[in-house]
């Protein structure tokens, strides 16, 4: 697909000129550009999840229905935790179905059809950055297979062969004769066809509408309140609930004295789980007023001898330990037996919460033949599973009313609050509406692990590596979340080192896992958000010590298209060799993530009071094929921002085994005043492979803000949050 | 105890305690769930409503101290026919949202800081401290310039 120019949106006027023009061809008018007053435009409601029925009379198959009025409405098997799914699963669709796009609406596929159709909308876990990357294939042959059908329904009633039918703009046509039927008059028919064989789906030279930077379907009700979130769920008869979890995870609950709620209006009950307290009240406020009124005895155990310090020292020690080896090239042993000078360093990161913008929640309704769940979960299937579980119903019985996700980011696909309703519902008999608080959402997290990493290195004659040495301890995510490990070491622990694209003749990969009483999860990026840190900075290292351009010490190292692609265009858009007044600096940092390749410079000022201010990002990304590109550039700027706040202020500090950052005053995020510019160019380079988006843009975020520091000042970085870094009193290498 | 709100030009008599915060009085009481719930200590923004036109956050004042006033929400920032106020146009045509929950607070601070400020700087634009955890804060910038030169 080549070279894109980037799509940056200072220029709004022409990049206006450029949407209309591009729509022309699909036939139709971005609504939300063309008519921006246009308030009744809804391609996707506020409730977007469908109704659970089966095949009903306007489907064509399963993912699409056609109504006589011509709404073509496209069944979206992912989640949208603001990725962009939404948009781009319909424009996949709608690519083969050769329609008009001003008329494509979205629902939220069934997982319940899902689980009583032979599992006809497949993994619904929207996880890994593989939405589009698992599912372009079926949802163009979903796409194919509709419009073929839709041309065979024609062809029959004009008792004319399919190829001489064309499908255009949303209508059959018999050119010779000049007939013409519109899908909605042929969709009934459509749905009853029965193909000879699957019609080819089109190959990525033949896209007119993938690739297209076209307007997200959900934007509409995103702007006026009407976008329903699982917290804003109502039920008739629905109790509201409040629920604190042990501060020290791992503990139980002892005793809770409830003499407080006495006179308090509304209480309905006070529900006790294992580890938890949970009070229900007539409505959310209530509820969490109650629970600040008892009094709660917890037996905290083992994790209560936790703290920030014993953790690091676990895991520097573990470093000291044997490790589990995954990467050997050549091998390293005699070349630093016989090193003059050999470089060392050891990087070290916390915990950190996801802290997503709508806290968990679960609305959950136990009856006696059938259980509804509503809530924004990343797998609507598994989320189905893990209810039916929970509840001990068959799954045909399961109903997961999948809403838009106020922020996933990895963690709203462990549904541990859906669990905890539905013990609640049962207990009350009633609906019931959890609503986490903020201090409960993070107390209650899945955390990205704690990790520590240890490097040498020896530097040849020519001043490139001639041998590197890589090893981590980290947290065990399988392990945590009781999943099985092969080998003593998961793919996360060591992703963002082990498939470093640098040619070095001697390269050893090990690691070694330990867990803390903190549970840990997948965080955006996942392993990368720790390893590319460790391991961008450290290459840092090795460039400095050679004397070298950071840029260049790593561009001689790579011969990979999609990295000298990334590392490219990054050298050219940051205008890499323009000189930076004192006190600022500039750094680089490339890794392989999740099926892409991606880039980032950072440029940073760091002022005599240690005070970083990043002032400019530069992002370059290879996911191979472009299905949004407006979409794309909002992800990698997320990601942008989601990697900043990490580096510059993320950790879960432990004080007596409980998480001390338990809300935005303490566990502090980027705003709007720290925002820098992000910079995002596509740099696709085609082939069999597609990229995922979700969680790239975070992964090289750290080491090239902590290269620009180095830049800038002379001094590494090798801990975070920067937060706790006093920059001038590092020592200078 | 009865406290009358008016929120978006509709009257509403709550038998709520007083010290209800305006937040839940509006989300589970009068059942407008575009305000949202974040963080519950005024860090976060999501609550934003506009109390006789000034941002406020509403997770952190009693309701019945906006009895009397103008309450509006995102849900009552279009006009009455729908027209969209310029701050959601812009933030249409930028495309601005990504998962959506913070937007309706973005939105009001966003609406309010306009009204005082018809042509914002970037560092009065800095001066929006609502949480963005998807990191939308580059095309919500472009989107408040954009209104600007709209409402201009």
């Known amino acids: 697909m080549g070279h894109m120019e980037p799509v940056r949106g200072d220029d709004a006027l022409s990049r206006r000129k450029f949407i209309v023009a591009g729509m022309s061809a699909a036939g139709g008018l971005a609504l939300g550009v063309a008519f921006p007053g246009l308030a009744n435009a809804r391609p996707l409601t506020g409730a977007p999840w469908s109704n659970d029925a089966l095949a009903i009379a306007t489907e064509v198959n399963a993912w699409i229905v056609i109504d006589p009025d011509e709404t073509i409405t496209i069944r979206i098997p992912h989640s949208e935790m603001g990725q962009g799914a939404a948009t781009s699963n319909p424009m996949i669709v709608a690519e083969e179905l050769e329609c008009d796009w001003a008329k494509i609406k979205g629902e939220f596929a069934s997982p319940n059809r899902n689980v009583r159709e032979n599992n006809v909308y497949k993994d619904q876990n929207t996880v890994g950055s593989r939405g589009v990357a698992t599912s372009w294939q079926y949802l163009q042959q979903a796409g194919a297979s509709a419009r073929a059908r839709l041309v065979q329904a024609a062809a029959t009633r004009w008792n004319v062969s399919a190829s001489e039918c064309t499908a255009e703009n949303g209508a059959v046509l018999h050119k010779a004769t000049n007939r013409k039927f519109t899908y909605g008059q042929l969709a009934a028919d459509a749905a009853k066809v029965k193909l000879d064989k699957e019609p080819a789906i089109k190959s990525p030279d033949q896209f007119k509408l993938i690739g297209k930077p076209l307007p997200r379907l959900d934007t509409p009700v995103k702007v006026n309140g009407e976008a329903k979130f699982g917290i804003d769920t109502k039920q008739p008869n629905m109790a509201y609930a409040a629920i604190i979890s042990c501060p020290v995870v791992g503990g139980t609950l002892a005793s809770v004295d409830e003499s407080g709620l006495a006179g308090k209006r509304g209480i309905v009950k006070v529900v006790k789980l294992k580890d938890a307290v949970a009070v229900v009240a007539d409505n959310t406020w209530r509820a969490m007023q109650g629970l600040e009124a008892l009094k709660i005895n917890w037996n905290y155990g083992p994790g209560a001898n936790s703290d920030s310090d014993s953790m690091k020292t676990m895991y520097r020690e573990t470093l000291t330990e044997p490790m589990i080896q995954v990467r050997k090239d050549g091998d390293t042993d005699p070349v630093f037996a016989n090193a003059g000078k050999v470089i060392e360093a050891r990087y070290e990161v916390p915990h950190l919460a996801h802290a997503p913008m709508e806290p968990m929640n679960a609305t959950v309704h136990v009856q006696p033949d059938r259980l509804d769940v509503w809530i924004g979960t990343q797998n609507a299937l598994g989320t189905l599973q893990q209810a039916a579980k929970a509840s001990g119903m068959p799954q045909e019985q399961v109903y997961v009313h999948n809403a838009y996700l106020g922020g996933g980011f990895g963690r709203r696909s462990n549904n541990d609050e859906m669990v905890q309703a539905i013990a609640i519902s049962k207990e009350i008999g009633r609906p019931v509406k959890l609503t986490w608080s903020r201090e409960q959402d993070i107390r209650g997290d899945r955390y990205r692990p704690q990790a520590a990493a240890k490097f040498r290195a020896v530097l040849g004659p020519d001043g490139m590596p001639q041998a590197v040495e890589a090893k981590v301890a980290v947290g065990s995510i399988n392990r945590s979340q009781g999943r099985p490990v092969d080998n003593g070491i998961e793919g996360q622990a060591v992703d963002g080192i082990v498939n470093s694209p640098y040619k070095i003749p001697n390269f050893y990969v090990g690691g070694q896992m330990k867990n803390t009483h903190l549970p840990v999860s997948f965080w955006r990026s996942v392993g990368g958000s720790q390893n590319c840190f460790f391991y961008e900075s450290f290459i840092d290292e090795l460039a400095h010590a050679a004397g070298k351009d950071a840029y260049q010490f790593r561009r001689a190292m790579v011969d990979r298209v999609d990295f000298v692609g990334v590392l490219e265009k990054l050298h050219e858009a940051s205008n890499w060799e323009k000189k930076l007044p004192k006190g600022q600096g500039r750094g680089i940092a490339v890794a392989e993530n999740h099926g892409s390749v991606v880039g980032t410079v950072a440029e940073v000022t760091v002022d005599n009071r240690d005070q970083v201010r990043v002032n400019r990002l530069v992002v370059a990304v290879d996911c191979y094929h472009v299905v949004n590109p407006k979409i794309i550039e909002a992800q990698m700027q997320s990601g942008a921002m989601f990697g900043l706040s990490a580096v510059l202020y993320g950790e879960m500090s432990v004080k007596a085994g409980q998480v001390q950052e338990l809300n935005f005053d303490k566990y502090r995020v980027v705003r709007m005043a720290e925002a820098p510019q992000v910079e995002v160019y596509l740099v696709p380079s085609g082939g069999p492979k597609w990229g995922g988006i979700g969680e790239c843009g975070t992964a090289t975020i750290a080491p090239a803000v902590g290269n620009a520091i180095f830049s800038a000042t002379g001094k590494r970085v090798r801990e975070l949050p920067l937060k706790n870094v006093k920059i001038s009193q590092l020592a200078s290498l | ?152």
């Open chain 2, 1 to 152: 105890m009865a406290v009358t709100l008016k929120v978006n030009g509709q009257t509403h008599t709550l038998d709520i305690e007083p010290d209800m915060p305006l937040l839940w009085a509006i989300r589970d009481e009068i059942g407008l769930t575009g305000t949202k719930f974040g963080c519950g200590i005024a860090q976060c923004g999501a609550c934003t409503v506009h109390i006789d036109g000034v941002a406020m956050r509403s997770c952190s004042i009693p309701a019945s101290t906006a009895a009397g006033k103008n309450i509006t929400t995102i849900e009552g920032l279009a006009s009455a026919d729908g027209k969209l106020h310029p701050v959601q146009a812009a933030w249409v045509a930028e495309d601005v949202p990504q998962c959506g929950y913070c937007q309706s607070g973005q939105i009001m601070a966003a609406a309010a800081l306009l009204k005082e400020k018809p042509n914002p700087t970037d560092a009065d634009i800095d001066g929006i401290t609502n949480i963005c955890r998807c990191g939308t804060y580059v095309r919500i910038r472009r989107a408040i310039h954009r209104a600007a030169t709209t409402k201009a």
